[in-house]
Structure formats: structure tokens, C-alpha cells
């Protein structure tokens, strides 16, 4: 069953395509972890948050990934790192056409 | 530009398949929405929270779901809803395989 994992963070900058062109070599990273399907990539630059939406095959995976990237964030120097892992209805999901692959 | 929404609310279930068979004639509704793309159904059991993560095509369209939703919600008797709006980066998403369709 896959786990859904979510992520939001404060962040000042940079968005839109100054953020892509900073984040482009950790996203190529994160497509190798363990157990990962997807990442959307999250932002809002009023409110000034980042974050992802992720998919992982299992809720172990997805627990060792927020580990490592909430280590990685601190270490970047975000200081709050709002998570939560939730698992997946897939019965409703594929009424909905979630995207579980 | 796609949008995110998350949203998550304490819930006593029902959950797993229960939720699936409680919540499948709501789910087809949701496919009607306005800028509705797609929606992947969150549940934690241990920790009695029900959710969803949501794809729309704009910001506009998600805050008017995120309202319309809301106010069901409460009229169900939960409470405490929480919910964020986040623009997706398509770049970097791209890497990253997240599906925005």
C-alpha cells in the first residue's frame, strides 16, 4: 500500500524558476531513495512556505525519508518542519483518479 | 499553473475499506468539481485523522472547493479542519515524476 508524505516548511526564497533552477540537482537526488514513487514540488510565496507532496511505496521508507530530510533541512537551516505521513484509501483514490504509480 | 490542496481533519473512521464502501458516492461527486484534476485519500487509523491531498487547475478553483468543502465538513460534525493551498513547481516536479494531470 503506498503512504502519502507531506511537507511544508517556512522559506524565504527563492520560488518559481529561481527555485527550480536552485533545487534542480536535490530533486534528480530524492528520484534514487528508497522506496520512492513522486514528488510535487509546493510553494507559496506570499505566505513564504515550501514543501512536497510525496508518494512512497511503504510507510518505512517514507518514515527513513523524513528523517533524513528533516536532518537535511535543519542542516540548511530551516528551523520548523511541519510532516505528517498518511496512508492511501485506494478503493476512493481510483474513484478520484489519484495517481498512485 | 496547477494548485495543491491538502487538507486533514481528526476523524473516529470509519477507515481502510469501510471508508472505501461510506465514501464512494461522495467520491464520484468530487469528480464534478470545477478545476477538479484529481484527489488521493489520506487515513491514519492510529492516529484518527482522514484526509486528501488535491489537484486543481487553479488557485481560484481549490479555494473555492477548499470553502464549499469546509462548511460540509462542519455540517458532518468535524471541527477541526486543517488545509493549505500550495502552487505546484512544474519544473521541479518534473524530475521528479510528480503527476500534474
Known amino acids: 500500500m503506498a503512504y502519502v508524505l507531506q511537507v511544508?516548511?517556512?522559506m524565504?526564497?527563492?520560488?518559481?524558476e529561481e527555485m527550480t533552477e536552485s533545487f534542480a540537482g536535490l530533486a534528480a537526488s530524492i528520484n534514487e531513495e528508497d522506496g520512492f514513487i513522486w514528488k510535487i514540488w509546493t510553494e507559496d510565496s506570499q505566505e513564504k512556505l515550501a514543501g512536497g507532496i510525496y508518494l512512497f511505496?511503504?510507510?518505512?521508507?517514507?518514515?527513513?525519508y523524513l528523517e533524513m530530510h528533516s536532518?537535511?533541512?535543519i542542516d540548511?537551516?530551516?528551523e520548523t518542519v511541519n510532516a505528517k505521513?498518511?496512508?492511501v484509501n485506494e478503493g476512493l483514490s481510483k474513484?478520484?483518479?489519484g495517481p498512485l504509480k
Do not use: N
Open 8 to 10: 511544508d516548511f517556512p
Open 12 to 16: 524565504d526564497g527563492p520560488f518559481g
Open 57 to 64: 511505496e511503504t510507510k518505512e521508507t517514507a518514515q527513513k
Open 71 to 73: 536532518e537535511r533541512l
Open 76 to 78: 540548511f537551516g530551516f
Open 85 to 87: 505521513i498518511f496512508a
Open 95 to 97: 474513484i478520484t483518479h
